[in-house]
């Protein structure tokens, strides 16, 4: 069975996106810009993609527009709209953590949950987040799109790893 892995980056001060949603300011400090971090090696483990249909949209139209980042991974959606499944994209309109619980099933290898802060927050809340990978960008955004939802309980986790390159500092923790 896979583990869901909430994979992000944010903010020094808890912030996925800007006001606007932007995401412009995701980099490091300048002093290794040629290592490309814990990115690939994640993405390596991989089976499935679940994110959000905001996400999705910032994705196809404005990161990476002209190819498909995640090669022919299974990507699910979670959308409201009446979308059209395409090849290794499925766009989900059911319970999220159903889903979740589905692709932890089927796959080996880690599901992705790749953004947003409402999917995020509605998996934090229902505990099914099994490891949190956070990559602190050195940057304070002061407002913005908040990771963190307000939780009805307390959250206790495991630090097993940390990493840090160009200025950026990877923060890996598992439910405990």
């Given at each position: 069975m896979g583990k869901s892995v909430l994979y992000l980056t944010m903010s020094v001060d808890g912030y996925l996106a800007d006001e606007q949603g932007g995401v412009d300011w995701l980099v490091g400090d300048g002093s290794e810009p040629d290592t490309p971090g814990s990115y690939?090696?994640?993405?390596?483990?991989?089976?499935?993609?679940?994110?959000?249909w905001t996400t999705y949209h910032q994705l196809v139209t404005e990161l990476s527009p002209d190819s498909w980042p995640y090669g022919d991974r299974?990507?699910?959606?979670?959308?409201?709209?009446?979308?059209?499944?395409?090849?290794?994209?499925?766009?989900?309109?059911?319970?999220?953590?159903?889903?979740?619980?589905?692709?932890?099933?089927e796959h080996e290898g880690n599901v992705w949950?790749?953004?947003?802060?409402?999917?995020?927050?509605?998996?934090?809340?229902?505990?099914?987040?099994?490891?949190?990978?956070?990559?602190?960008?050195?940057?304070?955004?002061?407002?913005?799109?908040?990771?963190?939802?307000?939780?009805?309980?307390?959250?206790?986790?495991?630090l097993v790893s940390t990493e840090h390159w160009n200025g950026i500092v990877d923060l890996v923790y598992e439910k405990r």
């Open positions: 690939p090696a994640f993405l390596e483990t991989v089976d499935a993609i679940v994110m959000g299974p990507c699910y959606v979670v959308t409201h709209r009446q979308e059209a499944d395409q090849e290794n994209m499925f766009f989900w309109n059911g319970e999220l953590t159903v889903l979740v619980d589905k692709l932890k099933a949950i790749c953004g947003g802060a409402s999917v995020a927050g509605q998996l934090l809340k229902e505990g099914r987040i099994d490891q949190l990978w956070l990559s602190i960008i050195p940057t304070v955004l002061g407002k913005g799109v908040r990771l963190f939802p307000e939780l009805l309980q307390e959250l206790p986790l495991k």
